[in-house]
C-alpha cells in the first residue's frame, strides 16, 4: 500500500522559534497533500490543502503567514510553524492523494508529528 | 458550515458484541464516506469507504449509508478488545477534496 512519512515524529521547541515539519509520499506521486491539527481528544482539524506546484488553500482560521506550506515536488510538502507559541503544541499530521481514479478519493496518512513549545 | 457529527461515547461493549457506530453529515452533495479507526497518539487508518446506498461488508465490518437521511454506520462483530480505539467518520463533501471529520466515537471492548 501506499506510505507516506512524517518527520520529524516528535520535536520540542522554545517559544518564538520555526518548526518545519516534512511529509513525503514514499511510493506513489501526491498530486495533493493535506495538513491537519489535532489537538487532545478533539478531531483532526483540516489547516489546509496543497497541490504541487501552487500556493496551498488555507482554511477559515489559519493564519497562511504562520503556517507556511510548500508542495514543491509530487513527493514532498512542507509545513512550517512560524514563531511557534505554546498554543502551536499540537499533533500535526498530513496526508497524501494521487490523481483520484474512479472516484476514489482514499488519502494516506503519514504518522504525525507531535510538536510541543515550551 | 459542512459538519459531520458523532456521538463522543465512551460506547462500550463485551467482547464478542456487536458495537454499531453512527455518524450524520450536513452536507447534502457529499459523495464519499469513509471510516478511520485511531489509536492513542497514531494517525488514523482507514476501514472502509462507501460510496453507494446500502450495506458494504468487509469481513467483521459493515459499512451502511442512508443519503436520504444523510447517515453513515459502521457495525463491528464479534468486537475484540484490540477494536478499543477512537473512530472517526470523514466525508468528502460535494464541491470539495479534503475530508471533514466528526469528532470521533471511543470505542471500548471489555474481555
Known amino acids: 500500500g501506499a506510505v507516506v512519512s512524517q518527520h520529524p515524529s516528535r520535536v520540542i521547541c522554545k517559544s518564538g522559534t520555526s518548526v518545519k515539519i516534512e511529509c513525503r509520499s514514499l511510493d506513489f506521486q501526491a498530486t495533493t497533500m493535506f495538513w491537519y491539527r489535532q489537538f487532545p481528544k478533539q478531531s483532526l482539524m483540516l489547516m489546509a490543502t496543497s497541490n504541487e506546484g501552487s500556493k496551498a488553500t488555507y482554511e477559515q482560521g489559519v493564519e497562511k503567514d504562520k503556517f507556511l506550506i510548500n508542495h514543491a515536488s509530487l513527493t514532498l510538502s512542507t509545513l512550517t510553524v512560524t514563531s511557534a507559541h505554546p498554543e502551536d503544541s499540537s499533533f500535526y499530521i498530513c496526508?497524501?492523494?494521487?490523481?483520484?481514479?474512479?472516484?476514489?478519493?482514499?488519502?494516506?496518512f503519514g504518522p504525525g508529528t507531535r510538536l510541543t513549545v515550551l | 458550515q459542512k459538519e459531520v457529527e458523532q456521538n463522543s461515547g465512551p460506547l462500550s461493549v463485551p467482547e464478542g458484541a456487536i458495537a454499531s457506530l453512527n455518524c450524520t453529515y450536513s452536507d447534502r452533495g457529499s459523495q464519499s464516506f469513509f471510516w478511520y479507526r485511531q489509536y492513542s497518539g497514531k494517525s488514523p487508518e482507514l476501514i472502509m469507504f462507501?460510496?453507494?446506498?446500502g450495506d458494504k461488508e468487509d469481513g467483521r465490518f459493515t459499512a451502511q449509508l442512508n443519503k436520504a437521511s444523510q447517515y453513515v454506520s459502521l457495525l463491528i462483530r464479534d468486537s475484540q478488545p484490540s477494536d478499543s480505539a477512537t473512530y472517526l467518520c470523514a466525508v468528502i463533501g460535494q464541491a470539495g477534496t479534503a475530508l471533514i471529520f466528526g469528532k470521533g466515537t471511543t470505542l471500548s471492548v471489555s474481555s
Open positions: 462507501i460510496y453507494s446506498n
Open positions: 496526508s497524501a492523494r494521487d490523481a483520484p481514479t474512479g472516484g476514489y478519493n482514499e488519502q494516506f
